[in-house]
DNA sequence: AGGCCGTACTG
DNA sequence: CAGTAC
DNA sequence: GCCT
């Protein structure tokens, strides 16, 4: 049975959950839920790539130890410190962390002091009224994991996008006439259009949170009211479904709609571009941001046509192994190295940029330039799906400059005056440092592309959203 | 060596 | 204030 | 635990 991502992405997450437990540093609990993610998130299968003897790509947040393990977990199957973990902690009572109100303090408290292991034990203590008796836990608490668990076990219910959409309408013009309030908006799930919907995400705008928040839980189709404060509130419908408001000041709506939209994923990336630095801004919206580290393409990625990129010197697309990034867009770049990939890794270029120039495909310091300007031919080929390299490199090079030097070059295995590469010689100077791109969120259109190629297109969901500033948080007045 | 997002609600 | 959730 |  082959190690699959997905299985060492689980174990990672199991991890997390029992060194939580443990009371373990939250900073490398967080490590082994990135290392989760990315490693779910992976197109590569590493089980695989290690069985056939092949390096692993440099993977973020996976370094010398957590590669060790996925090295481990690939080749025998187990994990020790897995194992280890589960030892000292009882089977099942990673399950309790997922109810709501429970995290890993009272999840310990429960195991050792009542020595509930399973949702039915812990679902039996609080009908008992054992819960309440530990301390930091009363009455309301006990029946609200009493609740919980009658709910969990009946049914994790989702619902469609059509319906949770009527509830959103109705709870929406509820909210319109809450005191103060001037925007309303569905955000969420709901408002990226999944198919389906586990829960309302809603944003209002208003002086007075308080109010639009008493007014909110008043709805008449409440069954129960969660929580409610100055700033959000959250409730059950007596349909089961649960929705979450949350009202901020007006100006931070644009950054909140984008925010509480998500989806997680996409924030988590547009979180990296909000701690870039923005210099530069000018009058017509564009804004140059630098960031830290190479800027990683790290799964297949397309860049939609409307989104034009222009790449600075010292911006580098590192493609991973056996990733893809399509740019369908106009590319701008200097004749400096923009592109670096491994492997399997794949470029192509479909955009009408002016020009494709084989130095943007040269490491430093190489001079048999043979390899990159093969990867750069093949670049240019319009592909619609993935090829072996050697079926395709037919269309040349598009150069614009009148004339270049060829030097240190050398055609071999079929490489016969068909194409003529080209490279500059004696002024590369590319230095892999911080690299620039421009991010650019164009008038009336529908698409922006943040610092990691990502591309973020819901549809027409966001075609009144203008960006100025791409900051991540609410209150960064980012819209 | 030292940072790793920041803030609101509940008990 | 600690714990939890977003 | 990872990263700078």
Redesign the pocket.
């Known amino acids: 049975m082959p190690v699959k991502n997905a299985d060492i992405a689980a174990a990672f997450e199991q991890?997390a959950d029992l060194l939580e437990l443990q009371n373990a540093?939250p900073?490398?609990v967080?490590?082994?839920r990135?290392?989760a993610r990315v490693v779910g998130e992976l197109k590569l299968d590493l089980a695989a790539t290690i069985a056939a003897g092949r390096p692993l790509p440099?993977?973020?947040?996976?370094?010398?130890?957590?590669?060790a393990k996925i090295r481990e977990f690939a080749t025998t199957g187990r994990m020790a410190?897995l194992e280890r973990l589960k030892k000292e902690v009882p089977a099942g009572v990673a399950e309790l962390?997922k109810?709501?109100?429970?995290?890993?303090?009272?999840?310990r408290a429960l195991y050792e002091e009542l020595h509930v292991h399973t949702l039915p034990q812990l679902l039996r203590a609080a009908r008992d009224g054992r819960i309440r008796s530990l301390p930091?836990?009363?009455a309301?608490?006990e029946q609200?994991i009493a609740e919980a668990i009658e709910r969990q076990l009946g049914q994790v219910k989702r619902f469609k996008l059509a319906i949770a959409a009527q509830y959103a309408d109705a709870l929406l013009a509820h909210l319109k006439r809450a005191p103060g309030v001037v925007e309303v908006a569905a955000a969420g799930s709901l408002r990226r259009a999944k198919e389906t919907v586990g829960d309302l995400?809603l944003l209002a705008t208003a002086p007075d949170?308080?109010a639009v928040?008493r007014h909110f839980t008043q709805y008449p189709d409440v069954a129960e009211v969660?929580?409610?404060?100055?700033?959000?509130?959250?409730v059950v419908l007596k349909s089961g479904l649960q929705v979450?408001l949350?009202v901020v000041p007006q100006e931070s709506y644009g950054a909140a709609l984008m925010y509480?939209t998500g989806s997680k994923a996409h924030n988590i990336r547009l979180?990296r571009l909000a701690?870039a630095v923005f210099t530069n801004e000018s009058a017509s919206g564009w804004q140059q941001v630098t960031f830290?580290?190479p800027v990683a393409v790290t799964a297949n990625t397309t860049i939609p046509a409307n989104v034009h990129l222009k790449v600075l010197q010292n911006g580098i697309f590192q493609v991973a192994d056996g990733v893809k990034l399509i740019i369908n867009g106009p590319l701008e770049a200097g004749p400096h190295q923009i592109f670096s990939w491994s492997g399997s890794g794949a470029i192509f270029i479909r955009g009408n940029c002016k020009e494709v120039l084989a130095e943007w495909f040269y490491p430093e310091g190489v001079t048999d330039h043979t390899d990159y300007i093969k990867k750069a031919v093949l670049a240019t080929k319009q592909f619609d799906s993935y090829e072996s390299a050697k079926d395709y490199w037919r269309p040349p090079v598009i150069l614009t400059k009148p004339s270049y030097t060829i030097a240190n070059l050398t055609f071999g295995g079929g490489w016969t005056g068909d194409y003529y590469a080209i490279s500059l010689v004696g002024r590369l100077s590319n230095h892999r440092g911080a690299p620039v791109l421009w991010v650019k969120a164009g008038s009336g259109n529908n698409g922006i592309v943040v610092g990691d190629g990502t591309n973020f297109q819901d549809n027409n969901l966001f075609e009144n959203l203008r960006i100025q500033k791409v900051g991540g948080?609410p209150?960064d007045n980012t819209g």
């Open positions: 991890i540093n900073f490398r967080r490590a082994y990135n290392a440099k993977l973020p947040g996976i370094g010398s130890d957590l590669e410190a962390l109810l709501p109100g429970l995290g890993p303090k009272r999840v930091g836990f009363g309301k608490t609200r995400d949170g308080a928040c969660l929580q409610s404060g100055e700033t959000r509130a959250s979450d949350r509480f979180r701690q830290a580290s948080y209150g």
